[in-house]
């Protein structure tokens, strides 16, 4: 059903209801946003980057080219962004030593209501490298094919299979030791 | 392995949890898109240096204005902010490398009882008349916007209702009092 | 009695033309129209001096656009006008001779909030050769934001040598976040400001334990 009504939805949109698209950005912000916020790490970013794709979304509709396939479509697009974001992240970390003690400290501060495990979660997903984060969200919280991760990344899926692992051995890693305390 | 094995379970449940963002999402692509053509009428992509030009970061967001549908009014400005790309390096800017680097900056307005809106600041010597707002039609009745390209710096400015109601952001943190009424305050940007 | 009269006809057409005689200086166009002529006269004379001494004048001008839209009383145009070049003239002191005018503006704002000369220059010194404009913009919109300003002023001199506009711009927006979300300025600009400071100085920290603090049984 939500297939065919994004079909309809797209193809009033290319006909020129601008308007409409609005209606394809609510139904898709929080389950894009999600995978924003997980990979960017903090909403700011997400939103900018969820913002980013929806607007390149409009302007290359046209490229959709299927339109039932709109929400995989921009998916794809999403997935682009928040690399493009995730690597600007990195480069503004790179002016610094990486410090895990003052990194864990600083997230703190964001005043939301979480237990320690949470925290912990989310703190370790931070400490993967964008690669290895972006394809464990992909695999594991996306629920995504090996295949399908190869068409929306362009890595190969033994590369993809590679990133999978050493992300789960790192996130073991890192919340292993919280679990053995 | 049992203990990895529960523990993997709990993190991938924590992680597909649902994120809800803000409806204000909404406003803020629509309101931004309206600045393209009908998408199949444009010609070839932007390339993706000019593309980055039009990026915008938020900074603020009133809370008044995350509902198209609420009473009052807000004000969401959003300014672009560049962040250099590898290899740039910044120098004194002079007034040659001003103009490359202006940083298209929106401004959006919620007022659904408006009949005309513009924004006064020190970018265009506070006259009432020079930058009109336009009204968007997506995502909710009411949202006006524009977009100004400014070069890096500080700028105080207000939004001006019907002519008459002058306002500034109720929530910017950025607030300077002169005059006896509040400006908000935009912070652009540099290389 | 013919000659006396075609002089002053020749007087009264110059002014018309609006050549000027000797001793009248140009006037601002931007002003035009938009000031109380009692405001008007003493501005220009502001402007005039500030010119000579070379302040930016652009800066005084939209100031002074900014009080007429606002309908403030001309004297407290002349008087804002009069603060503004006052306080462009101080950050000039503190951040050199070849300060842009969006560095003098910012720095201007930055000691509107209640920085000091010393600490623009310290700024200065600590960035010798990169733009200004954005650190002190974002200390002033610290300050704007409830932040006192010794801890701002220490906060934007710490990220002084490592950091670039952007990641002022990231800081700021960071301790506005907080603050949004219910943390006091100071507290919220302590966290952030304490965690750029591990960044910058590794092995000074005191906590010894690795990652965020353990669970409890």
């Known amino acids: ?117 949470r925290e912990a979660i989310f703190w370790a997903l931070e400490r993967l490298s964008a690669d290895q984060r972006e394809a464990f969200l992909l695999k594991h919280v996306e629920d995504l094919s090996y295949e399908e991760m190869e068409k929306l990344t362009g890595t190969r899926a033994p590369a993809l299979r590679m990133r999978v692992l050493r992300a789960r051995e790192e996130l073991r890693r890192l919340l292993g030791e919280m679990v053995r305390d | 392995m049992t203990e990895d094995d529960e523990a993997f379970v709990k993190v991938v449940d924590v992680l597909k949890e649902p994120v809800r963002i803000a409806p204000d999402l909404t406003i803020r692509v629509m309101a931004e898109i309206e600045q393209f053509p009908v998408p199949g009428a444009e010609p070839t992509p932007t390339p993706l240096r000019f593309a980055w030009a039009r990026r915008r970061l938020t900074l603020r967001l009133s809370p008044l204005g995350a509902l198209a549908t609420a009473a009052g009014l807000a004000a969401v400005v959003l300014a672009g902010s560049r962040i250099a790309a590898p290899g740039e390096t910044s120098g004194l800017q002079g007034a040659g490398e001003a ?93 | 009695m013919m000659r006396i009269r075609w002089e002053s006809i020749v007087f009264g057409i110059s002014m018309l033309l609006a050549i000027p005689p000797a001793g009248v200086r140009a006037q601002e166009p931007r002003l035009g129209g938009r000031l109380p002529e009692a405001a008007r006269t003493q501005v220009e004379e502001i402007l005039n001096a500030a010119r000579a001494d070379g302040l930016p004048t652009d800066l005084l001008v939209t100031r002074a656009l900014e009080g007429a839209a606002k309908g403030a009383p001309s004297q407290v145009i002349v008087a804002a006008v009069v603060r503004l070049r006052e306080e462009l003239r101080t950050a000039r002191a503190a951040l050199g001779e070849t300060a842009s005018p969006a560095e003098l503006s910012a720095g201007a704002s930055a000691l509107r909030a209640g920085a000091t000369a010393d600490a623009l220059a310290r700024l200065r010194r600590l960035r010798p050769t990169q733009p ?86």
């Open chain 1, 1 to 117: 059903m939500t297939e065919e009504g994004d079909g309809l939805l797209v193809r009033r949109v290319l006909a020129g209801e601008r308007q409409v698209y609005a209606r394809l950005v609510e139904r898709y912000r929080d389950r894009l946003g999600r995978y924003a916020v997980r990979m960017l790490g903090n909403r700011a970013d997400a939103e900018e980057a969820l913002q980013d794709a929806f607007v390149r979304g409009y302007r290359s509709l046209a490229r959709c080219t299927s339109a039932e396939r709109f929400g995989p479509w921009l998916f794809g697009i999403l997935v682009n962004r928040c690399r493009t974001y995730a690597a600007r992240q990195a480069r503004r970390q790179a002016l610094v030593v990486t410090n895990e003690v003052a990194v864990a400290s600083a997230s703190v501060a964001h005043g939301e209501e979480e237990s320690a495990w």
């Open chain 2, 99 to 191: 103009a490359e680097s202006m940083r298209p900056t929106q401004f959006v307005l919620v007022a659904p009882q408006a009949a005309s809106v513009t924004v006064v600041g020190d970018f265009n010597d506070w006259n009432p008349s020079a930058t009109p707002l336009a009204s968007a039609n997506g995502g909710g009745g009411g949202v006006w916007w524009v977009t100004v390209p400014l070069p890096p710096g500080r700028y105080r400015y207000a939004f001006v209702v019907d002519g008459t109601t002058w306002l500034a952001d109720p929530e910017a943190s950025a607030v300077e009092h002169e005059f006896g009424r509040p400006s908000s305050v935009v912070t652009i940007g540099g290389a």
């Open chain 3, 132 to 217: 200004l404009t954005v650190p002190a913009a974002v200390l002033a919109d610290l300050v704007a934001t409830g932040v006192p300003v010794d801890t701002a002023i220490s906060a934007v001199l710490v990220l002084a040598a490592n950091a670039g506009d952007a990641d002022y711009v990231a800081f700021r927006r960071n301790v506005q976040r907080d603050v949004a979300l219910g943390a006091s300025p100071s507290a919220a600009l302590g966290v952030r400001l304490r965690a750029v400071e591990d960044l910058a100085s590794p092995g000074q920290s005191t906590g010894t334990a690795r990652g965020p603090r353990r669970q409890k049984p």
